[in-house]
């Protein structure tokens, strides 16, 4: 079975700074990841997610994630923080038999906070 | 992308009763989910919604808990049955298909139970 692990339950950032957020899973073949995420009060937000190909895939807002199938890592990455950035963000992998039917599991999360 | 209504958005309900969250996808979907996030965890899986069948349920979900329908591509419903305080949760429905790979989110159901 697949699993996610983030080792970070929250992060404080200043605004204007760079952002990593931690990604490990565990999966016996190529997995589907993604990151979503969740501000307070309001559903998920998919961010930007990894099927195959280019190793580094660019989402919305500014964000990006480096998928290395080495370190079973999907770290997600900003250049630069805005102070609406501050959420909760969730790491998940997808894994089924059929393509689409893939059901998500997902990590604890991290809680983003950020300081003027 | 797919667009989600959840209803109700949030409700207080006395244990013992039952609740039914509807989902609505504004397309036809081949795939529907429901997801239970208790205060301050993660998402957890309950079970895939099937068009037509019975709901498959993953491991420490019960039918007679949380019985599920799905009559049509476009709607789902969560019952929540014989609630606890410890059902407290938000509920949230998801629906993806095999056009856009990723999974689309309800706003989510927040229910308090006392």
């Known amino acids: 079975a697949q699993s996610v692990t983030q080792p970070d339950i929250h992060i404080t950032v200043s605004e204007g700074a760079s952002l990593e957020l931690r990604c490990n899973y565990s999966y016996g073949a190529t997995p589907y990841l993604f990151w979503y995420v969740q501000s307070p009060g309001q559903g998920l937000q998919l961010l930007l997610k990894y099927f195959s190909g280019d190793t580094l895939v660019q989402g919305i807002k500014g964000f990006e994630a480096e998928f290395k199938r080495s370190q079973s890592s999907f770290n997600l990455r900003k250049p630069s923080v805005h102070w609406s950035d501050a959420a909760e963000y969730f790491c998940?992998?997808?894994?089924?038999?059929?393509?689409?039917?893939?059901?998500?599991?997902f990590g604890t999360g991290t809680r983003l906070t950020i300081i003027p | 992308s797919a667009v989600i209504s959840q209803k109700p958005s949030r409700d207080i309900c006395q244990r013992g009763t039952s609740l039914t969250i509807q989902c609505q996808v504004d397309?036809?979907?081949?795939?529907m989910f429901w997801y239970r996030q208790q205060p301050g965890q993660s998402l957890t899986l309950i079970a895939t919604?099937?068009?037509?069948?019975?709901?498959?349920?993953e491991s420490g979900f019960v039918i007679d808990k949380f019985p599920i329908s799905r009559p049509n591509l476009t709607f789902s419903t969560l019952t929540v049955s014989n609630m606890s305080p410890e059902d407290s949760s938000i509920y949230l429905c998801s629906a993806k298909d095999r056009v856009n790979t990723e999974a689309f989110f309800g706003q989510g159901t927040r229910l308090t139970v006392v």
């Open positions: 998940a992998v997808g894994a089924g038999t059929n393509f689409g039917n893939e059901k998500l599991t």
């Open positions: 397309s036809q979907v081949t795939m």
């Open positions: 919604a099937n068009q037509g069948s019975e709901a498959t349920y």
